[in-house]
C-alpha cells in the first residue's frame, strides 16, 4: 500500500503543483519578460513538455486510486465521504483536462504553426482560465485527500 499511496500523492502533486507553479509564477513573469508575439510559442513548447506528465499523473491517480480502493475499503462502499469527493472532483479535473488538452491546446499549437500570435494568445487565455478553474479544484482535492478523514 505504500508505493499505491506514494505514486498516488506524487502524481497529484506533479499535476497541481505544475498548475501552480504556470499560474502564479511563470504566467505572470511571461507577461513582463516575453514580447507578445512570442508568448504562444513559449507557452505551447511548455505546456507540451508538462502535457506530456499530466496524462501520467492521471493514469498513476485512476490506477493507484483504484487500487486503494478496493484493496483497503473494499470497494467505494467502505470508502470515507472524502474518498468519495476527492474521487469526484478528481475526475471532473480530469475531464476539463482533456478539454483543454484537445480543443485550445490543439488550437494553440495550429496557432503557432501557422504563425498567428493574435489566436495563439486567444488560445492560452482560454487555457489560462481552464487551468485556474483546475487549480482550485486541485488544491480542494489536496486538502482533502490529506486532512478530509479529520474533518
Same mark, same amino acid.
Given at each position: 500500500?505504500?508505493?499505491?499511496? @506514494?505514486?498516488?500523492?506524487?502524481?497529484?502533486?506533479?499535476?497541481?503543483?505544475?498548475? #501552480?507553479?504556470?499560474?502564479?509564477?511563470?504566467?505572470?513573469?511571461?507577461?513582463? *519578460?516575453?514580447?507578445? %508575439?512570442?508568448?504562444?510559442?513559449?507557452?505551447?513548447?511548455?505546456?507540451?513538455?508538462? #502535457?506530456?506528465?499530466?496524462?501520467?499523473?492521471?493514469?498513476?491517480?485512476?490506477?493507484?486510486?483504484?487500487?486503494?480502493?478496493? %484493496? *483497503? #475499503?473494499?470497494?467505494? @462502499?467502505?470508502?470515507?465521504?472524502?474518498?468519495?469527493?476527492?474521487? &469526484?472532483?478528481?475526475?471532473?479535473?480530469?475531464?476539463?483536462?482533456?478539454?483543454?488538452? #484537445?480543443?485550445?491546446?490543439?488550437?494553440?499549437?495550429?496557432? *503557432?504553426?501557422?504563425?498567428?500570435?493574435?489566436?495563439?494568445?486567444?488560445? *492560452? &487565455?482560454?487555457?489560462?482560465?481552464?487551468?485556474?478553474?483546475?487549480?482550485?479544484?486541485?488544491?480542494?482535492?489536496?486538502?482533502?485527500?490529506?486532512?478530509?478523514?479529520?474533518?
Amino acid at each position: 500500500m505504500g508505493l499505491a499511496i @506514494a505514486l498516488h500523492v506524487l502524481s497529484a502533486v506533479i499535476w497541481v503543483g505544475g498548475m #501552480f507553479f504556470a499560474y502564479m509564477a511563470m504566467r505572470p513573469a511571461v507577461v513582463e *519578460v516575453i514580447d507578445a %508575439s512570442q508568448r504562444g510559442a513559449l507557452w505551447c513548447h511548455t505546456l507540451s513538455r508538462f #502535457f506530456r506528465w499530466v496524462w501520467v499523473a492521471i493514469i498513476l491517480l485512476l490506477v493507484t486510486g483504484y487500487w486503494m480502493v478496493f %484493496s *483497503v #475499503f473494499g470497494g467505494m @462502499a467502505g470508502a470515507g465521504w472524502h474518498v468519495h469527493v476527492m474521487q &469526484g472532483l478528481g475526475i471532473v479535473m480530469m475531464l476539463l483536462y482533456c478539454h483543454v488538452y #484537445f480543443a485550445p491546446f490543439r488550437r494553440l499549437k495550429q496557432a *503557432v504553426a501557422n504563425q498567428d500570435p493574435q489566436e495563439g494568445g486567444r488560445q *492560452v &487565455g482560454q487555457i489560462r482560465k481552464l487551468v485556474g478553474t483546475n487549480l482550485i479544484l486541485g488544491l480542494i482535492v489536496v486538502v482533502i485527500g490529506a486532512a478530509g478523514r479529520y474533518l
